[in-house]
């Protein structure tokens, strides 16, 4: 594919049109003797309700309603860290981000050179793994992978953190700077823009010069969008004009956040964001999601291309999500399902077939498992998560049904953690100082899926509530303020000291 056939199907969506072989050529003897070659396609901020395979009719996500209606789509995955880097090292390391202390974006992986990754176990079974673009990895480490672009990753990281005083709801500085005309706008570029339009050819490029004699392979493809600045071309902004839905808050709600979703509010100047403002920044998320499934409709085609496409496994999914404006919030951070919820599509229609869904429970960290499972290799011992396999080769197979996510990062006066259990949500708030007791979080997802309703002081949830804590201690491995106490102690030293 040329350069200049490259960027006219990037903007035009007919790269989607192109997907169907992935689908239809089964696979010759040779290469099913081989193992599959895994791109993960990773955006950043991604709300899976802004999608059409998961059930949005406005918003137009060709590419990915055509991977879904091919693959399998998981319809509750959750991230295990609403932040960027937290969420990023999770999944480099294969656990959860108190293990790693990843608490925050100003964070690194422990013992860096030789801490055990993803990209180191997929080596060890015979596999290339490469880095393109992002993944908020600090300039001098790449955790075994092979990185197709180092100019993408260059990020100082400090380790240093701090917490905000529990009493400190003052506005501070206006409305957020996310929000001004450089940053919330009807234009045709933007650092976004201009960093996933190279990822993409980049990715594409690689494909080309690849083939199947060169040995299986691990993609991680790094794109941006639809993470802010919400900029999107007129044309992905001209379908949503006046046609998304304001954010649902009902009345006397705001005041009954828990504390560190106020800090939130206050913390990133989004308390008392205009109408307007939230109606145009909703309108170019809606916008720069249409733009970004196009350029994964591109790097497909190029797939489509090549001789190794039937025996290539597609996973796509996201970081993290994007609140948008619901519940007050804007951004990541929360434990909403907006923020901690991510999407989920595996695509390999020579063994699964397409248009299938499964309801179960899972995170980030089962995801990795199923990468190590896919390519034929043992996970470490003490990694986190479960393989999904069993549950992708059967609908009907016995799951954990369970997720666990956790915030320590920045804005709030204590961090957090989360447990979801089948239609349950529990998420523990540690006491930011002796002066008060912890906050607690319980939600019918159900009954509640805007979570609107905290049932956690209800008497007859008291059981319910006591179980559910006792499963994410367990599992976390630690009481959630002891991992709040271990936290403070290294942000204020950070790397340095």
């Given at each position: 594919?040329?350069?200049?056939?490259?960027?006219?199907?990037?903007?035009?969506?007919?790269?989607?049109?192109?997907?169907?072989?992935?689908?239809?050529?089964?696979?010759?003897?040779?290469?099913?003797?081989?193992p599959?070659?895994?791109?993960?396609?990773?955006?950043?901020?991604?709300?899976?309700?802004?999608?059409?395979?998961?059930?949005?009719?406005?918003?137009?996500?060709?590419?990915l309603?055509?991977?879904?209606?091919?693959?399998?789509?998981?319809?509750?995955?959750?991230?295990?860290?609403?932040?960027?880097?937290p969420?990023?090292?999770?999944?480099?390391?294969?656990?959860?981000?108190?293990?790693?202390?990843?608490?925050?974006?100003?964070?690194?992986?422990?013992?860096?050179?030789?801490?055990?990754?993803?990209?180191?176990?997929?080596?060890?079974?015979?596999y290339?793994?490469?880095?393109c673009?992002?993944?908020?990895?600090?300039?001098r480490?790449?955790?075994?992978f092979?990185?197709?672009?180092?100019?993408?990753?260059?990020?100082?990281?400090?380790?240093?953190?701090?917490?905000?005083?529990?009493?400190?709801?003052?506005?501070?500085?206006?409305?957020?700077?996310?929000?001004?005309?450089?940053?919330?706008?009807?234009?045709?570029?933007?650092?976004?823009?201009?960093?996933d339009?190279?990822?993409?050819?980049?990715?594409?490029?690689?494909?080309?010069?690849r083939?199947a004699?060169?040995?299986?392979?691990?993609l991680?493809?790094?794109?941006?969008?639809?993470?802010?600045?919400?900029?999107?071309?007129?044309?992905?902004?001209?379908?949503?004009?006046?046609?998304?839905?304001?954010?649902?808050?009902p009345?006397?709600?705001?005041?009954?956040?828990?504390l560190?979703?106020?800090?939130l509010?206050?913390?990133?100047?989004?308390?008392?964001?205009?109408d307007?403002?939230v109606?145009?920044?909703?309108?170019l998320?809606?916008?720069?999601?249409?733009?970004?499934d196009?350029?994964?409709?591109?790097?497909?085609?190029?797939?489509?291309?090549?001789?190794?496409?039937?025996?290539?496994v597609?996973?796509?999914?996201?970081?993290?999500?994007?609140?948008?404006?619901?519940?007050?919030?804007?951004?990541?951070?929360?434990?909403?399902?907006?923020?901690?919820?991510?999407?989920?599509?595996?695509?390999?229609?020579?063994?699964?077939?397409?248009?299938?869904?499964?309801?179960?429970?899972?995170?980030?960290l089962?995801?990795?498992?199923?990468?190590?499972?896919l390519?034929?290799?043992?996970?470490?011992?003490?990694?986190?998560?479960?393989?999904?396999?069993p549950?992708?080769?059967?609908?009907?197979?016995?799951?954990?049904?369970f997720?666990?996510?956790?915030?320590?990062?920045?804005?709030?006066?204590?961090?957090?953690?989360?447990?979801v259990?089948?239609?349950?949500?529990?998420?523990?708030?540690?006491?930011?100082?002796?002066?008060?007791k912890?906050?607690?979080e319980?939600?019918?997802?159900?009954?509640?899926?805007?979570?609107?309703?905290n049932?956690?002081?209800?008497?007859?949830?008291?059981?319910?509530?006591?179980?559910?804590?006792?499963?994410?201690?367990?599992?976390?491995?630690?009481?959630?303020?002891?991992t709040?106490?271990?936290?403070?102690?290294?942000?204020?030293?950070?790397?340095?000291?």
């Amino acid at each position: 594919m040329k350069r200049r056939t490259f960027l006219k199907l990037a903007g035009s969506g007919l790269a989607t049109t192109m997907l169907g072989p992935l689908a239809s050529r089964p696979l010759r003897a040779a290469q099913a003797m081989r193992p599959p070659n895994i791109i993960l396609l990773l955006t950043d901020e991604h709300d899976p309700r802004v999608t059409g395979c998961y059930g949005n009719k406005l918003v137009r996500t060709p590419a990915l309603d055509r991977l879904a209606a091919e693959g399998v789509t998981f319809d509750h995955c959750y991230c295990n860290s609403p932040l960027c880097v937290p969420s990023r090292l999770s999944h480099t390391s294969g656990k959860y981000i108190s293990r790693v202390s990843a608490w925050s974006n100003s964070c690194r992986l422990p013992d860096p050179e030789n801490i055990d990754t993803l990209a180191h176990v997929l080596s060890r079974f015979g596999y290339q793994p490469y880095l393109c673009g992002k993944n908020h990895y600090d300039k001098r480490y790449r955790y075994g992978f092979i990185d197709l672009e180092p100019s993408f990753n260059r990020s100082n990281k400090t380790g240093r953190g701090n917490r905000r005083e529990p009493d400190d709801l003052a506005e501070v500085g206006g409305l957020s700077k996310r929000f001004n005309e450089s940053n919330l706008a009807v234009r045709d570029n933007s650092s976004v823009i201009s960093h996933d339009q190279k990822v993409t050819e980049t990715a594409v490029r690689f494909l080309q010069q690849r083939t199947a004699d060169d040995g299986p392979f691990y993609l991680h493809v790094g794109l941006l969008a639809p993470h802010f600045p919400l900029v999107a071309p007129q044309s992905y902004w001209d379908p949503y004009r006046d046609q998304v839905p304001m954010p649902q808050i009902p009345d006397g709600f705001l005041d009954r956040l828990p504390l560190n979703y106020k800090h939130l509010r206050y913390g990133f100047n989004v308390s008392n964001v205009p109408d307007e403002t939230v109606k145009l920044g909703r309108e170019l998320y809606y916008g720069l999601t249409q733009w970004v499934d196009d350029q994964i409709g591109t790097l497909l085609a190029a797939l489509v291309q090549t001789e190794f496409a039937e025996n290539t496994v597609i996973i796509y999914t996201a970081d993290h999500g994007e609140n948008a404006g619901e519940h007050g919030l804007w951004w990541k951070n929360s434990m909403y399902e907006q923020s901690a919820g991510i999407p989920l599509i595996m695509h390999w229609p020579q063994r699964w077939a397409g248009g299938q869904r499964r309801s179960g429970v899972c995170s980030m960290l089962d995801v990795v498992r199923t990468i190590i499972d896919l390519a034929g290799g043992q996970a470490p011992d003490d990694w986190d998560g479960s393989t999904l396999l069993p549950l992708l080769d059967d609908a009907q197979s016995q799951w954990a049904d369970f997720a666990v996510s956790q915030y320590y990062a920045h804005n709030i006066a204590s961090g957090y953690a989360m447990l979801v259990q089948g239609n349950w949500k529990y998420v523990y708030h540690s006491p930011p100082d002796q002066h008060y007791k912890p906050e607690m979080e319980l939600y019918d997802l159900a009954a509640d899926p805007m979570e609107f309703d905290n049932l956690s002081s209800q008497p007859q949830q008291a059981q319910r509530l006591a179980h559910m804590h006792e499963f994410l201690v367990r599992q976390i491995g630690e009481h959630p303020d002891e991992t709040e106490a271990r936290c403070r102690a290294q942000i204020i030293k950070g790397y340095d000291a």
